[in-house]
């Protein structure tokens, strides 16, 4: 079973930085698409932004330029860096990890963390 963890949310005014963390468990980490996604209060989950297992990273255009989605397959670990938050990022990010081997799918998620950002 997979599990994926996810730390570093918390209160930042407008402008601040947070780096998001996600640690997955089991072998599949190298073979994963790894992405962020975040639902603020009301509204649909949205994708952030994906790192691919080759290291081809695509983002949201509300994000981009801001923030950046990186992976370090040794420690089974994805992150996320935000940089000059908005108000409208105030949301709870989840963690997933996608892909598939032979007929084998995958898609886990994480439990969220929470990132609220003042103004």
């Known amino acids: 079973q997979v599990q994926l963890v996810e730390s570093g949310g918390g209160l930042v005014q407008a402008g601040g930085s947070l780096k998001l963390s996600c640690a997955a468990s089991?072998?599949?980490?190298?073979?994963?698409?790894m992405g962020w996604y975040r639902q603020a209060p009301g509204k649909l989950r949205e994708l952030v932004a994906v790192i691919t297992t080759g290291g081809t990273t695509n983002y949201s255009d509300s994000v981009k330029g801001r923030f950046t989605i990186s992976r370090d397959n040794a420690k089974n670990t994805v992150y996320l860096q935000m940089n000059t938050l908005k108000p409208e990022d105030t949301a709870v990010y989840y963690c997933?990890?996608?892909?598939?081997?032979?007929?084998?799918?995958?898609?886990?998620w994480g439990q969220g963390t929470q990132v609220t950002v003042s103004s």
């Open positions: 997933n990890a996608q892909g598939r081997r032979g007929l084998t799918i995958w898609n886990y």
């Open positions: 089991g072998s599949i980490f190298s073979r994963s698409a």
